[in-house]
């Protein structure tokens, strides 16, 4: 059967979290604290139809990812996924809402009623085998989101799987790979640790290296009907397929500027969760989401990709421009090149 | 397909329509069938 695939072409993504509140403790996470306000249900329904209609302006399909903290763990986590699904549903029979979220309260209960949600995807982490993970996060973690992995995908639900790469853990990606493919996960993807500030501490040639190891690893996963491997924006570097599918227009790469937005309980709004000088504002009625897309000075900035030192003479340019976020907390510079790229070592 | 009736929260002004049409022109509204995409929802719904 011809799988039938979205109405519209374009995308506009938006990364919504509901809570700062966790029950994970991971040591390179982003958020400082598990305080603060959540998303007042009472707002949901003017974010989600703002959103909307931020979305319908573009002729844009929107995609919608609820995160936290863990989302679950937010109050009226039922009513906004129900909110939002409803509305998107009003546009789109294409399943476009996804969870990021933890394992810990992925019962049977909880799996049972998420799978009547249709979710595009509900996407966990890994970050290393057994020890390594359980190090990063507690001990057993490795093996309770294994565990959800395979409940999930019992259930129909697609699981996509992160791992956040730094120096101490990047070798055992392929361990990784191979773990939560054979325990059912339908994506696995990958990005770089971003810090408070310099890097991840992966040398650039030994970075490289492993990006074209991992990627040939990953083309036979590829070539069995799997996603490709895409997040991270350097393996447009190694992979043949990147130019040539637009020229001269931004086909892929860092998403900084573009169709892309955070917005964190208190109604702040990011360029991108892993930058942190990429605030632009606070979400309002007034001060809408198309506003902020189309008009906010900080998000013109982000797409003067022209003036990204290393990238601006870089044949993949429009492909990839490096992770923005690790090339700012270690350069200070929303222009400078991305430390782990060795094209750029070598211009 | 049956589309509900939408509650108007936003105007489009003539100004942000032409920045519209230049930011899909320039590549910066994702595009779905490019499939080279760095970022994690760019190609996943294919």
């Known amino acids: ?347 | 397909m049956q589309k509900k009736k939408k509650v108007k929260y936003i105007k489009v002004t003539n100004d942000q329509k032409t920045k519209i049409r230049d930011l899909v022109a320039k590549g910066f509204v994702f595009n779905g069938k490019a499939r080279v995409c760095g970022h994690c929802d760019f190609s996943c719904g294919d």
């Open chain 1, 1 to 347: 059967m011809k799988k039938e695939g979205p109405e519209k072409i374009n995308r506009i993504y938006l990364q919504w979290h509901l809570t700062n509140k966790c029950n994970n403790g991971c040591k390179h996470c982003y958020q400082h604290t598990h305080q603060g306000e959540d998303v007042r249900l009472d707002d949901a329904d003017a974010i989600i139809g703002d959103f909307l209609e931020c979305c319908d302006a573009f002729d844009a399909l929107p995609v919608i990812a609820l995160t936290g903290g863990d989302p679950m763990l937010h109050n009226h986590f039922w009513d906004i996924l129900a909110k939002v699904k409803a509305a998107s549903q009003s546009l789109t029979k294409f399943s476009c809402v996804s969870i990021l979220g933890n394992p810990e309260l992925l019962d049977e209960r909880n799996i049972s009623m998420l799978a009547k949600f249709n979710l595009k995807h509900f996407q966990l982490s890994i970050d290393g085998m057994e020890k390594k993970h359980d190090e990063i996060r507690y001990k057993g973690s490795f093996q309770r989101t294994m565990q959800a992995i395979r409940d999930l995908s019992k259930a129909g639900i697609p699981v996509y799987i992160m791992s956040t790469l730094s120096a101490h853990n990047f070798r055992e990606m392929f361990d990784v790979m191979k773990a939560v493919y054979d325990n059912g996960a339908q994506h696995w993807m990958f990005a770089r640790w971003v810090p408070n500030q310099g890097d991840c501490g992966i040398p650039a040639n030994e970075y490289m290296r492993f990006i074209k190891k991992i990627l040939e690893e990953h083309l036979q996963y590829e070539k069995k009907g799997y996603k490709q491997l895409r997040k991270e924006p350097l393996i447009a570097i190694c992979r043949q397929d990147s130019l040539g599918i637009e020229q001269g227009v931004v086909s892929g790469g860092c998403g900084m500027g573009s169709s892309t937005m955070t917005m964190l309980p208190d109604k702040t709004l990011m360029a991108c969760r892993r930058h942190p000088g990429s605030i632009i504002g606070k979400w309002s009625p007034k001060s809408n989401f198309l506003y902020h897309f189309v008009d906010n000075p900080k998000m013109e900035k982000y797409r003067r990709v022209e003036e990204i030192e290393g990238c601006r003479e870089c044949k993949l340019l429009k492909y990839c421009r490096g992770c923005r976020a690790v090339a700012y907390v270690a350069t200070g510079s929303d222009f400078k090149h991305d430390p782990q790229c060795l094209l750029h070592c070598h211009n």
